[in-house]
């Protein structure tokens, strides 16, 4: 996935004949994990768009079409709701025996997109679901850097972690507040790092070194933690258990989530 693709906002819409989006999402993920393949920014923030079933037939009642939209690009301000059917179609007023999914989108703004990169950041840190965030590159946590260094000083202090935190909409107690802060303290810095102002931890301040630092240290913790389930994970796709994953495997999980 080049740079340009992954810049690019995507919707993904109509009849994945599945009822269970979240697994065929997981499936996709949990097979990039264990394959190491590069997956497109898509694939962490995926959000699908909410509806009641979408195919109704004397033989089933189920939601298998949908609307999926990149949320930390685009934002869902509309959506047409579906009839509640009560007899199966087609029939005189719907001429498909799929109803149409109508749902309006705005780009979003590099403020909202500046808020969302630090949100991901918290997420991390505080080790809430962090195998499921996408992982920041430099450019976004420098990003995500000037909204928790609002006004240009250089370092980070509890008290301004407080703030963004209440400003973001992020629920994070004292425990959690200490815990994050010190992670960042403690961290060991890589010289690769550039620190703005050279300003370093002192107990009470961090600078963009500890803030990255601390976030690479947590991220590559969530993913050794993260192994024993990319083990079971294998295993599920690997049926016949001879070490590797042959599209007759995928075909057969696949068919799992259809209806």
């Not at 693709?5 to 499936?27: H, P, Y």
């Not at 059917?85 to 799929?98: G, Q, Y």
């Not at 913790?221 to 079971?232: D, F, K, V, W, Y």
Request: hydrophobic share 40%.
């Amino acid at each position: 996935v080049d740079s340009e693709q992954c810049d690019t906002a995507v919707i993904m819409c109509g009849d994945l004949n599945a009822t269970n989006f979240a697994k065929l999402r997981g499936l996709s993920l949990a097979l990039a994990a264990i394959t190491s393949s590069t997956v497109h920014p898509f694939m962490w923030d995926a959000q699908d768009v909410p509806s009641r079933a979408t195919s109704i037939t004397s033989s089933r009642n189920v939601r298998i079409d949908c609307v999926f939209f990149q949320s930390s690009k685009l934002s869902l301000i509309n959506k047409a709701k579906l009839p509640e059917l009560d007899e199966p179609i087609p029939n005189e007023r719907h001429a498909s025996d799929h109803l149409p999914l109508l749902s309006r989108f705005r780009f979003q703004t590099e403020l909202d997109r500046d808020l969302a990169l630090a949100r991901t950041w918290f997420r991390v840190m505080a080790e809430a679901a962090p195998s499921e965030s996408q992982p920041l590159t430099t450019e976004e946590q420098r990003a995500a850097w000037v909204i928790f260094d609002w006004n240009n000083e250089g370092k980070l202090t509890r008290s301004k972690l407080r703030k963004v935190a209440q400003f973001l909409g992020v629920q994070m107690d004292t425990a959690t507040e200490e815990r994050i802060f010190e992670k960042m303290v403690d961290t060991d810095i890589n010289p690769g790092h550039f620190a703005f102002g050279g300003i370093s931890a002192k107990g009470s301040r961090v600078d963009f070194a500890r803030f990255s630092a601390a976030y690479e240290r947590e991220l590559h913790t969530a993913r050794n933690e993260q192994l024993p389930e990319l083990i079971e994970a294998f295993k599920a796709f690997d049926v016949n258990d001879d070490g590797r994953i042959c599209a007759d495997e995928m075909y057969s999980l696949l068919q799992e989530c259809s209806p």
